[in-house]
């Protein structure tokens, strides 16, 4: 890293800094930083899963042009994103999301990008989420990159669906049987 820094246009030090953190909501309802293969968050076929991207400005100038690419394979088929991409298409094997943000990116402020995907599979596959960003601050391109590992698994196949369906909208009538499919990761 270059510790000669630039100046701004007052004559001060100028060290731009993005940082980005990829997160994967869990069964539980708890944001999992799995950014390794052996971490991913078990998530079930045919269940949709959502990834949370935040951006933070961990410098000491504004950033501005923050362009966002978000990358998963088609294993995890994208549904939506809030907000919603500028641009986004799939080329097999993967679905590509493109955002722009023209800033200004204040110093210590995060922005939250949310991603929606259905977990298509195959069983027992471990799929990632990947996410590059880019900003300029003095005139100089800073970026960070991150993953988040999901495992698909076969549990929501398995279970009977339409039995699943009754207990899901039935659960006060079962609630022993309510709080065992919540551990298993069905309901």
Not at 86 to 96: A, L
Request: proline share 6%.
């Amino acid at each position: 890293y270059d510790t000669a820094f630039q100046l701004t246009a007052y004559g001060e030090p100028c060290d731009p800094c993005i940082d980005v953190e990829k997160y994967v909501l869990d069964k539980d309802g708890n944001w999992v930083d799995a950014d390794e293969q052996d971490e991913a968050v078990d998530i079930a076929i045919c269940k949709d899963v959502t990834f949370k991207i935040v951006i933070k400005n961990c410098g000491d100038v504004d950033l501005t042009d923050i362009v966002v690419k978000d990358k998963m394979h088609d294993s995890l088929k994208f549904i939506n994103g809030d907000p919603e991409p500028d641009e986004w298409y799939y080329e097999e094997p993967f679905y590509y999301l493109d955002w722009y943000i023209p800033g200004p990116l204040p110093v210590g402020e995060e922005i939250e990008i949310y991603v929606t995907a259905h977990v298509e599979g195959p069983e027992c596959s471990y799929d990632f989420n990947y996410v590059l960003v880019e900003a300029n601050g003095c005139d100089e391109i800073v970026r960070d990159e991150d993953y988040a590992w999901v495992h698909a698994h076969d549990r929501a196949k398995a279970f009977n669906t339409p039995i699943l369906d009754f207990l899901q909208s039935h659960s006060n009538m079962f609630p022993l049987l309510q709080m065992l499919l919540q551990q298993l990761g069905l309901f």
